[in-house]
């Protein structure tokens, strides 16, 4: 039966109002606000979702790994509840304040302790960091071929097959089995569980591999140091109504403050 591994990453919900977040200078990391839980990354549910569509068309086993300091099991249970067979926390406080070579170490090294695969899903960037760097680290750690921005992923016969998005339109990729892929939002929102199917995720229980399990020292892996973490300013001012009586008018309006304030 073909194997895919995905990695998903644990964040802050990106849709919270901007207002609530908060900011731990001397912890060098944002504060999830108040009542809003932490969620599973939204290109690597679009990952996830890419993994359960083959296995919907065909036999496939999903193992989907997660890298964290401190994971919560309730956001990544409902892995399992939307139809994967296996959800891994690599879990250790060491694991904090990683850059994306560190990161995507530790997840390789993981993915070496799986054992056999055919396909390797990430989403093609995190909704915190925004880097994108992980998937290709992954694909260079582990000397595979790397299929970036994928809209859609096929598999047959040892065959990877995707649609890749372009500036300008799309191009469908082939590789040989095993190979990283880095999603896009394209593919489409990660499916609704069924309650039945999320009650019975919460009694499951997630292995729970450690740096030592994996035989990393964590601290070695960093390359970049974390100097600061704050909230951007903001740059809203006081907005002007343009005034005029025809579409001519408030044209001409709009010209003469776009030019007074030195912006045309």
């Known amino acids: 039966m073909p194997k895919a591994i995905v990695c998903v990453k644990q964040v802050i919900?990106?849709?919270?109002?901007?207002?609530?977040?908060?900011?731990?200078?001397?912890?060098?990391?944002?504060?999830?606000?108040?009542?809003?839980?932490?969620?599973?990354?939204?290109?690597?549910?679009?990952?996830?979702?890419?993994?359960?569509?083959?296995?919907?068309?065909?036999?496939?086993?999903?193992?989907?790994?997660?890298?964290?300091?401190?994971?919560?099991?309730?956001?990544?249970?409902?892995?399992?509840?939307?139809?994967?067979?296996?959800?891994?926390?690599?879990?250790?406080?060491?694991?904090?304040l990683f850059d994306s070579y560190a990161t995507a170490s530790v997840l390789a090294?993981?993915?070496?302790?799986?054992?056999?695969?055919?396909?390797?899903?990430?989403?093609?960037?995190?909704?915190?960091?925004?880097?994108?760097?992980?998937?290709?680290?992954?694909?260079?750690?582990?000397?595979?071929?790397?299929?970036?921005?994928?809209?859609?992923?096929?598999?047959?016969?040892?065959?990877?097959?995707?649609?890749?998005?372009?500036?300008?339109?799309?191009?469908?990729?082939?590789?040989s089995a095993p190979a990283v892929i880095t999603a896009d939002s394209e593919i489409g929102n990660l499916r609704i569980a069924p309650v039945k199917a999320v009650m019975a995720s919460r009694k499951a229980v997630l292995p729970v591999w450690t740096a030592g399990d994996l035989g990393i020292s964590a601290g070695e892996l960093i390359r970049t140091e974390f100097v600061a973490l704050s909230k951007a300013e903001s740059r809203a001012g006081k907005g002007v109504m343009v005034q005029g009586t025809t579409p001519a008018e408030a044209g001409e309006s709009l010209a003469t403050v776009l030019m007074d304030s030195g912006m045309i």
């Open 13 to 96: 919900d990106p849709e919270a109002p901007t207002s609530t977040f908060q900011i731990d200078p001397a912890g060098k990391r944002a504060l999830a606000p108040a009542g809003s839980p932490p969620v599973i990354s939204p290109y690597d549910a679009n990952a996830l979702e890419a993994a359960l569509r083959l296995k919907d068309e065909q036999q496939f086993e999903i193992i989907v790994i997660s890298m964290g300091r401190k994971l919560s099991k309730p956001v990544l249970q409902k892995a399992l509840a939307c139809g994967a067979d296996q959800v891994i926390l690599l879990q250790d406080e060491s694991f904090d």
């Open 109 to 175: 090294a993981a993915i070496k302790k799986i054992g056999a695969y055919d396909l390797i899903l990430c989403g093609r960037q995190a909704s915190d960091t925004n880097a994108g760097q992980v998937g290709i680290g992954i694909a260079a750690l582990l000397d595979l071929p790397c299929i970036t921005v994928a809209r859609s992923v096929a598999f047959h016969s040892g065959t990877i097959q995707v649609e890749r998005r372009m500036s300008d339109g799309y191009e469908t990729i082939e590789a």
